[in-house]
């Protein structure tokens, strides 16, 4: 069997309101979706993290796979992506990560060449139902929809969401540069949550480690069960770690120096961001044997997605609920997407691969809204357009 063709296909999915968060709003998710077709008719399907990443894949990873073997990853990493070394010398990894969108493809194909589920390869599943978190945050009003921009009109979202679909696993943004509406909107989530519930914060690293101190030391109380970047570096989080016994997670996989400085606790990255499947298993399993936790990204569409439920179906070492907007998100590419949880829960797919078909009304659609209206950008101040968000550093 050999690789034929890497079609990529740019799509938006906006979400049905933005979200402020510490670069301005955002808006909606911007991918590359991958299909890569072999000779025999398999077709496997992969997802990068963002949309300049399929520009790097139609330029030199697809003709660099075309005639390869899908099921030699070795071969194919080896025709795309530099050794190791040369990307840390040159801080040049946008290989890495665009070729962590193929393989994602490349492991839905084996999948189908044997007929079996992602998490059968992988070893089995040892649950099959995969946790994952409802998102609350500040959000401006949007056709009908957000419009929680007091902490009250943030409670009501979380109960109404406990309400119609059993959620007690709640993460969030408190974004507005304001530390006393964070802990107000803290304190007014657990009285009206119940001690039963689970609330994770995540400031996109928007405190300095004086105002962080003061945030963590009055939310405590509230039985935070972990709070993402509260400051912006590793050294920063260790300190903080001193006045702290709240859990600390992030997004920047440097594992290193987690184990040497004691803080974070927790990792939370997209599969292709760390260069694909199979760096991701052996990147959670070193976090395994160095204590560190480790959960999924959000706001990825269902083919990545489905990639986040198989692997926590096989690892018994992820057992906290990963980070989901599924509920905000207004569509998806692959048929009866987006997935939804239910009483926190969404079923791992049980189909061969990955278990997911793209829908082509959908991928239609969506392509065409990036056709026209160019990439969502998350960055940009929309108080000042055209110029890039600066958040007060409390």
Known sequence: MKITNVKVTHVNVPLSAPLWWTAG???????SIIEVETDSGLVGLGEAPWWHFGEVIKSDIAPALIGADPLDLADCEARCVP?????VNTGENAASIAFGAVEL???????????????????????KNIPFSEYFAFRPEQDGAGGEMTPEAVVEHCLRMREEHGSTIFEGKLILGDPQLEIRTVRMLREAL???????LDSNMQWSLT?????LREIEPYNIRNYEDPVATFEEMAALRQHSRIPFSTHVPDLRRAVALG???????????????????????????M????WCYSNDLGIMTAAYLHVVAATPWITEASQSLFRWQVGDIVRDGPFRQTNNMVPVPEGHGLGVELDPAAMTRWSKHFHDNGPVNHFFDPNQPGRYRRLPLH
Do not use: H
């Open 25 to 31: 709003l955002y808006g909606g998710a911007s991918k």
């Open 83 to 87: 050794p190791w070394q040369i990307t």
């Open 105 to 127: 493809a490349l492991w839905d194909i084996r999948g189908k060449v044997f007929g079996m589920p992602l998490y059968r390869l992988l070893g089995g599943a040892v649950r």
């Open 194 to 200: 119940g001690e039963g519930a689970q609330i994770k």
């Open 211 to 215: 105002t962080a101190r003061w945030v």
């Open 263 to 289: 803080a974070p606790d927790y990792f939370v990255c997209n599969f292709a961001a760390l260069g694909g499947l199979s760096k991701t298993l052996k990147f959670i399993a070193a976090c395994e044997a």
């Open 291 to 294: 204590g560190k936790g480790f």
